[in-house]
């Protein structure tokens, strides 16, 4: 029995990884249709396997969707020639795409991303590889080692562009994770307040969220944990680890191929968990509307649709992420430094103190 249990954790971890980076591939796709959209332009329409055009309808609408552009992107990395300069440290040069992948992949398995409700006794289990109480400290511990693969990349490639963009990365990283760990501490304060059961996993906030979303009642931390989030990922306009206009490529100049590819899917696998975090914390998870119960039945459908609608939300949020790439300028590294120290540290810092007063005082009630 402990074996079979055993090969279907590592059946579903699989699935899961699978999932995840395809959804970071067609991440990619997203990317480029939404940026396509805003520029009047009309992105990938042409890359189709053979006699995928001949199909009636539907062979021509999936082309013109470019549905098989992340395919045809993959395997252009994957046989393109592997070219390593020189001058660089082959240890950690090769070493740094993987460890700025793995954080991404391992977060995952504490991210609940559906519920089923056993239809005979009415209990509801959520769907995840590992239920730990401690999601979120787990999720912030392994997500900030994601800064070591940039780290890594910048200094092994002996590039002093690659430095400077290694170094940016590292103190944008320290400054924004203090105000994405303070923007969640109200959430586990009312979690957690007098009478309350409540933990620090993942699936304790979303079934706090059943009648209302946090997003409404607690829209500061939400904003903080949103524009930390877009720090912590490197998204425009804090992409200051690669800044194309001063940096040439930043701390992956000297990457090409098929290791400039895994940074590059590391990026959307980061969007893609830090989207469904923020859909768990402030979104509800899977939850249907605020004051609407669930509609999805209970057993495997209930299961399969409220994965769906979880799905849905952080698709959403994933082109939320495209829109602000594409809609404001990037900003310099000064501004980046004195929009976290001087503004959202502060910000969090006081909220936190605000909420905690706010469950004292109904407490001494």
């Known amino acids: ?11 579903f971890a699989v699935l899961m990884i699978v999932v995840v980076m395809t959804m970071a591939g067609y991440s990619v796709l997203i990317e480029r249709k939404v940026s396509s959209w805003v520029q009047g332009r009309v992105g990938p329409n042409r890359t189709a396997p053979f006699l995928v055009n001949y199909i009636p ?35 950690y040069y090769f070493l740094a795409p993987i460890l700025a992948l793995v954080p991404a992949l391992t977060t995952m398995v504490v991210i609940p991303f559906g519920q ?6 009415g209990a509801s289990n959520p769907l995840m590889l590992a239920p730990l109480d401690i999601g979120i400290l787990f999720i912030f511990a ?3 080692l994601g800064v070591y693969g940039i780290v890594l990349a910048g200094w092994s490639s002996n590039n002093k562009y690659s430095f400077l ?23 586990f304060l009312w979690l957690n307040a007098p009478g309350v059961e409540g933990g620090l996993g993942l699936n304790a906030v979303v079934d706090y969220q059943q009648n209302f979303w946090f997003i409404f009642v607690q829209p500061l931390s939400a904003l903080l944990f949103l524009v930390a989030i877009f720090a912590e990922t490197n ?10 206009t ?24 980061h969007i893609v968990i830090g989207s469904a975090l923020f859909t768990l914390l402030f979104l509800g998870g899977w939850h249907f509307l605020p004051g609407l119960s669930d509609p999805w039945p209970a057993g495997w459908i209930g299961a399969v649709l409220s994965t769906i609608w979880f799905l849905v939300k952080t698709v959403i949020l994933i082109v939320f992420f495209v829109l602000i790439r594409w809609t404001l300028p990037r900003f310099r590294y000064d501004q980046v430094m ?24 109904i407490d001494s009630q």
């Open 116 to 121: 089923y409700t056993d239809p005979s006794t």
């Open 235 to 244: 998204r425009l306009p804090f992409d200051m680890a690669e800044s194309e």
């Open 57 to 91: 309808f539907i062979g021509p609408l999936l082309v013109r969707m470019g549905i098989f552009q992340p395919m045809a992107d993959g395997l252009k990395f994957l046989f393109k020639e592997e070219i390593t300069p020189g001058h660089v440290n082959k240890t």
């Open 246 to 269: 001063d940096l040439v490529g930043g701390f992956h100049t000297e990457y090409g191929c098929f290791k400039f590819g895994i940074f590059f899917v590391a990026e959307y696998a």
């Open 1 to 11: 029995m402990e074996l079979t249990s055993i090969l279907l954790k590592i059946v």
């Open 338 to 361: 004195k929009l976290g120290w001087t503004i959202l540290l502060p910000l969090a810092i006081g909220n936190l103190i605000l909420n905690a007063i706010i469950i004292a005082l």
């Open 142 to 144: 392994v997500s900030s």
């Open 165 to 187: 963009g290694a170094i940016r990365s590292s103190a944008q990283m320290i400054s924004y994770e203090l105000s994405l760990g303070l923007s969640v501490f109200p959430l």
